[in-house]
């Protein structure tokens, strides 16, 4: 029999611990009788989760790990092995009836124990270890559903041991299983980004496409101001900034650095700024003369962007030698990409709970201050 109070318990086999007390004949103390009990203060610690998932992210599938993310399958599933270990070893078998694991619910995810561990009671594993496993299938409706939970486990009522993990979602799948209200089969990070207000993707007149050639990291149409995102827009450009060279004595300076070198939503942003940068430019090309077509207006030229190029040349730092596309377009492709860094657009990377992104152990993009 095992007796408990707040953070201790006693293996009571010979029923000394009663609610009654033993009198001698002379009238006073308790009297043994030859029984015993021993009395333990366990120490409990947490090994999954363990550590910070902030300052010492673990993404490890075995023990020790504080980071875990939904798999990729059509409906996506989380698996979490908890497991705390009991010091002196011996007492985790006689407490472990008297302890409950709980863990943070992840929205409207499903959440469901293992048939071993009925409402998060533990087994009892190897050297002390209490543990139990909890499952979550179907990822949550909203970005702020992620991100950092607690595990605890509980003796008695009294909490004896806590330590905090982060839920995440992989980025490039598209089991979100939610509506999309303009695309979808949406990859995961469009519609959790979006959702979340994490880096600037509008609702109205954006899309994911996942036909968009490989090539293409994302573009817009002229006509109806729609912007569309392929995969690649939530990678990043290894080969940017760009260096180009005008030949024109005339222009000054010869040579311009342009394009962001942002990752993950850094680099979403950077494209948005560079797709409504070709729509800016396109408004004023309906009212203003644009004598080489290059879709810049002619008294644009000479500064817009803090960029020099000729109105009577489309491409004036001949970046058709890199791409070949913008041979009649040139210069409104430089000034598109010199928008890029303009960071008109606020980032929240504390919202970004992608994996990889900025708050994973994969870390992609811009960090976040602990």
């Not at 293992?114 to 970005?143: H, R, S, Y």
């Not at 004023?284 to 020099?308: F, R, T």
Request: hydrophobic letters at 35%; charged letters at 15%; proline letters at 7%.
């Amino acid at each position: 029999m095992t007796v408990s109070g707040n953070g201790w318990f006693a293996d009571n086999a010979d029923g000394l611990i009663t609610s009654h007390v033993h009198m001698s004949e002379n009238g006073g103390g308790n009297v043994a009788q030859n029984l015993e009990a021993t009395l333990y203060v366990p120490k409990f610690t947490f090994v999954t989760p363990a550590g910070c998932p902030v300052t010492e992210p673990k993404a490890t599938i075995a023990s020790g790990g504080n980071q875990f993310t939904f798999s990729a399958a059509p409906t996506g599933k989380l698996e979490m092995f908890l497991q705390v270990k009991v010091e002196p070893p011996e007492a985790a078998a006689l407490i472990a009836e008297h302890c409950v694991f709980t863990v943070g619910n992840i929205g409207n995810s499903v959440k469901k124990w293992d048939i071993a561990n009925p409402n998060g009671k533990p087994t009892v594993g190897l050297n002390g270890m209490l543990e139990a496993v909890v499952i979550f299938e179907g990822l949550p409706q909203n970005n702020d559903d992620f991100g950092w939970k607690m595990a605890e486990l509980w003796m008695d009522g009294t909490l004896v041991a806590s330590n905090r993990y982060g839920v995440f979602f992989d980025k490039h799948a598209t089991n979100h299983g939610q509506s999309c209200p303009t695309c979808a089969n949406c990859e995961n990070w469009f519609y959790y980004w979006r959702q979340g207000g994490v880096c600037g993707i509008p609702f109205s007149n954006c899309v994911f496409d996942p036909l968009l050639p490989f090539n293409v990291v994302a573009q817009v149409n002229y006509v109806t101001g729609l912007i569309s995102f392929g995969s690649r827009a939530a990678s990043e450009d290894l080969q940017s900034p760009y260096t180009f060279t005008a030949l024109d004595p005339l222009i000054s300076p010869p040579l311009i650095t342009v394009g962001g070198s942002g990752k993950g939503i850094q680099f979403v942003a950077e494209n948005l700024q560079h797709e409504y940068e070709h729509l800016y430019v396109r408004q004023q090309l309906n009212m203003l003369p644009d004598s080489d077509g290059d879709g810049i207006p002619d008294q644009m030229e000479a500064s817009y962007k803090g960029i020099m190029t000729s109105p009577n040349n489309p491409d004036t730092y001949h970046i058709r030698f890199r791409w070949s596309q913008y041979a009649l377009s040139g210069d409104q492709e430089l000034r598109a990409r010199r928008a890029e860094t303009d960071k008109t657009i606020t980032l929240h990377p504390e919202r970004d709970w992608a994996n990889p992104g900025s708050q994973h152990a994969n870390q992609f993009g811009p960090k976040v201050n602990p």
